[in-house]
């Protein structure tokens, strides 16, 4: 829990609620939580699934690891401390995008397990879709698209998450997408369902 350092601060309500947003939207706000290793996929689906639902009308945004590092959180490494700013920050954001009514996803490896569990405890309960991307490492490290764990190997990269740094993996996750087998647009359709299953594309 990050300390609230600002004094003299008072949460003010708003005259437009939460519900209201989600009304006029028709459609409820969630938070889709892409966790898995580097390499696993999880910015592809996540994509996929963003394009998918947009281009069935719905409300959506997609929070990307890499690119919210060089906006929003340019100023943090990937220390221990650092990446559980990171996953702070993006789950305030990716809350406040959930009250505006927008399905929100996210793709960060996001390691550490109490940091996802402290996003899930910003949210109201079935608002937090956890979905693991599970991906082996032998799987990921032939994909490695950015060379990061042949750098990892070689030690040009130190606390590389699955490498010489710990991933781990959601208890119980909502969802788990074998990303070892399947295509990308299978796992999204997945997902997708998995949504309509418990109401969220509709008010």
């Known amino acids: 829990m990050a300390e609230q350092k600002a004094t ?17 939207k028709g459609q409820k706000g969630a938070v889709l939580w892409f966790t898995g290793l580097s390499a696993s996929g999880k910015s592809t689906i996540a994509n996929t699934v963003d394009h998918k639902l947009h281009e069935s009308g719905r409300h959506t945004y997609l929070l990307d690891g890499d690119n ?17 700013e990171n996953i702070r920050r993006i789950g305030e954001v990716a809350k406040l995008f959930a009250d505006a009514g927008l399905i929100t996803l996210t793709a960060f490896i996001s390691p550490y397990r109490a940091d996802r569990d402290a996003v899930r405890g910003l949210l109201p309960e079935g608002e937090f879709v956890e979905i693991l991307v599970d991906a082996s490492l032998e799987t990921c490290e032939a994909r490695d698209p950015k060379g990061l764990y042949k750098k990892a190997r070689a030690g040009e990269i130190k606390g590389f998450t699955g490498i010489d740094d710990p991933y781990e993996s959601p ?6 997408l074998d990303a070892n087998t399947k295509s990308i647009d299978e796992l999204a359709d997945e997902v997708i369902a998995f949504l309509e299953s418990k109401g969220l594309l509709a008010v």
């Open 171 to 176: 208890e119980k996750p909502e969802l788990t």
């Open 8 to 24: 003299n601060v008072h949460w003010h309500d708003h005259r437009v609620s939460g519900e209201d947003r989600k009304k006029l």
């Open 68 to 84: 919210v590092r060089m906006g929003l959180n340019k100023n943090l490494g990937f220390s221990a401390e650092d990446r559980a």
